[in-house]
């Protein structure tokens, strides 16, 4: 059992999220980045849905992920199209390359993987130190979610093999503000288990005042809050995503 991205997680997260697949995000961030010319950093980079559109842009953009299996699809998918990012492997809390990069960004509501308010003030701080004076962190956080009720089993066809993805049990700890989900990862073919993989899926949630206050707290400047992937769109009961921007002064 783990707590990260293992084979199975990767394939379905592959089939179910390919390159380019955007939930108005891919677009989002293309505008936003359009005019930096320097290098570009996307923490919890996965199989590079978001990395390699804004390659092909002609975006300097280096990866970041803890997840071997992960990265070995998003070096294929680059390899397959000519590119040859740098790639780490390597975990954002600690990751700190000084004044390197005009942007850092986590699109996905990736950055609510990590355990709990410290570990998130030590990434903060990582991205802080690996910005110019005056670039930018764009990253988006999931709203609240205060229910975690019973979810349907999700299913994916490739070839001759089948995936299938059951939640066996979640739960919402209000003291902690994290929603926890147990994951069930099985693959098939011709009506035969060929494997089967259990992960942890724990996601860290604030509020919009909170997270604010960790990006002034970790030395972040002109923090402006935006909703679902539009530059108008203010956060509100029906948001889906909130997207924190912030400056390193």
């Not at 320097?38 to 992920?65: K, N, Q, S, W, Y």
């Not at 975990?91 to 990736?110: C, L, N, W």
């Not at 935006?226 to 509100?236: E, K, N, Q, S």
Request: with cysteine; charged share 20%.
């Amino acid at each position: 059992m783990s707590w990260g991205y293992g084979t199975l997680a990767t394939e379905v997260y592959e089939i179910d999220k390919p390159i380019g697949h955007s939930f108005g995000d891919v677009e989002y961030y293309a505008d936003l980045l359009a005019g930096v010319g320097g290098r570009i950093l996307e923490p919890a980079a996965g199989t590079g849905r978001i990395l390699i559109p804004l390659l092909e842009a002609g975006h300097e953009v280096e990866g970041l992920d803890t997840s071997p299996q992960m990265l070995a699809v998003c070096r294929q998918h680059c390899r397959d199209r000519g590119l040859g990012p740098v790639l780490h492997e390597a975990d954002m809390t600690e990751f700190v390359r000084p004044a390197a990069y005009q942007a850092v960004i986590i699109p996905a509501g990736s950055f609510g993987l990590l355990d709990g308010t410290p570990a998130a003030r030590r990434a903060l701080a990582c991205f802080r130190e690996s910005l110019t004076p005056g670039g930018r962190l764009v990253l988006d956080i999931d709203p609240p979610q205060l229910t975690a009720g019973p979810e349907p089993v999700r299913y994916w066809w490739r070839d001759s093999f089948l995936w299938t993805l059951q939640v066996m049990h979640a739960w919402y700890d209000p003291a902690a503000n994290q929603r926890t989900r147990l994951l069930r990862y099985e693959k098939w073919q011709a009506g035969g288990l060929v494997a089967t993989e259990l992960q942890w899926l724990r996601l860290q949630h604030w509020s919009v005042q909170e997270f604010e206050g960790l990006l002034a707290g970790t030395g972040f400047t002109d923090v402006l809050v935006t909703a679902d992937h539009r530059a108008d769109g203010r956060p509100g009961p029906d948001s889906d995503i909130w997207t924190f921007h912030a400056t390193r002064p």
